[in-house]
C-alpha cells in the first residue's frame, strides 16, 4: 500500500483534526464519538453491499452481539451477572477505575472475536444465498436475535441492561474523552485495514464476486471462502463498534438499542449508499452528512423524525442511488483517473 | 386436547396468513418486487376497520370498506415510489418498500397511537369436543371470508379482461407490451389489488387478533417465507404452507412460550432459506 505525497498531507490533517476535535468542541464530545461509530458501521458494510454486493441488513446481529457480550464480561468478570441485571443498574456493584477499564478491555477483546467466529460459523450457510434471499434472510437474522436476546432472563430480558457507570476518576470531562478516543482509536484500525484491503487482490476478488460470481468461480476463485472471509471482517469492526457504542448509551435494550434492525440496521445500509457504494471514501462522507443532517434537522421534526427518515430512504434510494462519490464521478472523471476521449464525448452529445 | 386446539387455531390463522401471501406472490410474480411494507399495509387495513367500530358500525364490514380504500392508497404508492423502482436492481426496490415500512408504521403511530387495539366482534363461541376446544367465532369468520375473497380472486384472474392481462404480464411483460396491453396500468392494479387484499387480511385481524403500528414486519416476514416455501402461482401449496405456518406458530407459541412467538417466525425463516440454500447447492453439485 503506497501512499501518495497528496494523501500523506489529507491523512495527517484529518489525525490532527480528530485529536483536536474534542478539545475544540467540548459540547460535542458524545456526537462526535457516535460518528466515529457510525462511519466505522457504514464503512465495515460496503465491504459485502459496496464491494461485494452482498446486500446485508444483518450486520446489526454482529453489532448488538458485540454490545451485550462487552458489557456481560465487564460485568461478570467481577460481579455475578444475574444479579447485576436483576438490580437494573442500582449502585449495588461499583467498579473501580482500574476495574473498568481492565473490563472495557477484555469485553471489547471478546466483542471482537466472538462475532467473527459467529460470522464464519454461519457465513457458509448465509452466503450460499443469492440476491434479495439474501437481504431477507439476514433481515430476518436480525430481528430474531433481537426477538431472542429480548426473551434471555440473564442479559435483562425486556427491561434492559444497564452498562457499568463510568468511574469517578475526578475529572468530569473524562468519560467523554475516553469514549471519543476509544471510538477514534477504532475508527482509524477500521480505516487501516480496510484501505489496506483495498489495495490488495482480495478487493479484486470480491468485485469480481459482485459483478458475475458465477463466472469468477469458474475462473479458479474460491468465492465461498472469500466471502466468508469478507464477512467476518466485518463482523469484527461490527462488534467493536457495538461494544463501544453500549459504553456510550450506558443502556441496552434487545430491541430499541442492541439489535435495532430498524434504526441501526437501516442507518448504515443508507450511509454507505448516500455516500456512494464501491468507494473507500462514500461511506465515511455518506455517515458524516448523515449523521449531521440528523442531528442538526431531527430537532426541526421533533416527533416526526422518523416520519422523515422513511421518506429520506426512499428520496434517497430513487432519485440518489449513485450517492455522492457516484455524482463526483460523473462530474469530474479526470479527479477519479478515468480518461476521456474528447471526441468520443463530442460524438456522443451530437448523437444526442 | 391442548394440541387439537393449536391445530385449530393455527389453521384458522394460517388461511388468513395465506392470503396475505397470495397478494405477496401476486406483485412478486408481476412486478419482480419485494414489498417489505406489505405487513404494514395489513396493519393499515386493520385501522380502518378499527376505526369503523369506533364509530359504532360493525367491525365485519371494514371487510368490504377496507378493501376499497386499501385499493387506492395501493394505487398512490405504486404512482409515487414504486413504479420508479420496478425495473430497477430488486436490492432497491427492497430499500425502497423499507423506507415506506418505516414511514407507514411512525404516521401509525401518530394517527393512532402505540396502544394493542381489538375491534370486538361479538360473535361469540363455538365449543367442540365438551368444550374442551374453544374456538371463537370470530376466527371461523375470518377464514371463511378470507378462502372466500381467494376464490373470487381466482375466478377474476382467470376470466376478467384484466385478470389476463396481469397473468400475460407475469409470464413475459416485453411480450404483453408488445401485443398492447398497457403494462404501466397492470401493474398499478397489480399493486393495488396486493394492497386491497393486505386490507381484507387486516380487516379480519383486527377482529380476530389485535393490531399495532410495529407489527407489520413479521406479516411481511411470514408472506415471504409462505411464498418462498410454496413458490411463485403454486394457489394449493400457498394455502397448505399458510396453515402450516400457522400450526408451527401455535406450536411454538405454546411450547417456547408467547416471548418467542416472533422470534421462531424470524428463525425459521432463516432454516427455509439455509434449506432451500443447500438443496439448491446440491443440485448444482454436478457442475463442478
Redesign the interface.
Known sequence: MSISKNNLILYIGILIFGIAAPFLFPAFKVQLSILCVLIVLATTWNIQGGEMGY?SFGNILFYGLGMYLCASVQVGMFFPLAEWTESGGEKTFVHTPGQFFQGMAVGLVVAAVVPTIVAGLIGY??L??R???F???T???G??A???S??IEIIG??QGFTTPPFPDVGNLESRGEFFYFLSFFVLILTFIAVRGIYSTRFKLILNAIRDNEDKAEAMGIETMKYKIVGWMISAFFCGLAGGIMGGLVGYIDSTDVAFDG?EMG?FM?LMA?LGGKGTLWGPIIGATVFHIFKEGFWTFFL??Q??A??????VI??YF?EGIMGWLREKYPQRFGEVIDEKDRKAQVELK | MISVQACLDGILLGILFALIAYGMALQWGVMNIINIAQGDLVILGGYIAYFMYLYGIHPAWGVIVSPIIMYFVGIAIYKLVINKVVDRDLFISILATFGISILFMQLMNFAFGADVVLANSDYGTTMLFNSNVVLPNSKIFSAFISILFAICLVIYMKKSKLGRAIRATAQNARAAKILGVDTEKVYAATFGINAALCGVAGALISITFTIHPYMGLPYTIRSFMIVIVAGLGNLPGVAMSGMGLGVFEEFADYILGTEFRIGSVFLLLVLILVYRRFKLSRKREYLK
Open positions: 446486500n450457510s448465509i450460499g444465498l440476491g434479495h434471499y437481504a431477507i434472510c433481515l430476518g437474522l430481528v430474531a433481537g426477538e431472542i429480548g426473551g430480558a425486556g430498524r437501516v445500509v449508499i416527533g416526526w422518523y416520519v427518515l422513511g421518506v429520506l430512504i426512499v434510494v430513487i442511488p
